[in-house]
């Protein structure tokens, strides 16, 4: 692990952060899948053997609400969130409850990607597309190959109310003119299924229980290529993106460990770690995991986070009434 630490050491050089103290306790709170949160942790901990960090999984939503019950009864507990979407953060920042690191180097990622303030930084693109079982019928290329009958009644999908990614791809599809909320609408008159999280669409679309879903594309690919039986799919119309944003809390108890886990995320070596767990980098100087297609050929719809912000509650209303809580 010797190269790690000195690619750590010369990201804090860079970040003005080399000649703080970077060791003591990390808190974070993170929406990763629990084998990829502790190799998160693990290769940050390779990097900074003084620092030890505890983290805490669940989904977006879940996440959120255990912070801010703590935040409420003034004891919060995280240093740092982890989280799949760039909206959330959005709405953390505009309450002031985020630490801005403006010494952070960004320098070598594409305009549009980190928060301009530097409250957040993205750590990988993960996209959501559409899954479906080898043995499905029908294989779809476009959105709309999703809403014949058939395919609806055996399609799933994660609700908006438990995965930030599926609010993202929710509101990313209906901005496509062809698409709009007509799109959904139609899946859910036509009985397709909204419930849960990413995980919960993998297992009944790898079990068979269902031939098709909405997907994030890691999950989909890593899987298959340990044998699930299953195809992802990047739409014609184009994916939606997350960036999967670290933040520093404002509230945190170690701001100089914590700084040095944004530099190790950030950077070239961290995006390799990213890499190497099947994520596709946001660093474009790193090579994208097998199973990916090259990042040129990948259309990512357009998302404005502060518009979704805006709009989020009125979302999500919406999608309730079509598909129930």
Known sequence: MRHLLIAAVAAMTFAGTALADVSGKLVLYTSQPNEDAQKTADAFM?????VTVEWVRDGTPKIMAKFRAELAAGAPQADLLLIADSVTMEGLKAEGLLMAYPEADTSAYEPGIMDADKAWFATKLITTGIVHNTAAPVKPASYKDLLAPEVTAA???????????????MVAVTGVPDLGWSF???????????EGANGGVFKAV???????????????IREKAKGAPIEFVFPTEGVSAVSEPVAILANTKNPDAAKAFVDFLISEEGQKVAAEMGYLPAHPAVAPPAGFPDRAAIKVLPFDPAKALAAEAENKARFTEMFGG
């Open 155 to 169: 399609f799933m999908m994660p609700s908006p109310l438990a995965s930030g990614a599926a609010t993202i791809h």
């Open 46 to 50: 390779a990097a900074n053997p003084g």
């Open 184 to 194: 959904y609408e139609t899946l859910a008159k036509q009985g397709a299924l909204a």
């Open 206 to 220: 790898a079990g068979g229980e269902k031939l098709y879903g909405f997907l994030v594309d890691f999950l989909a």
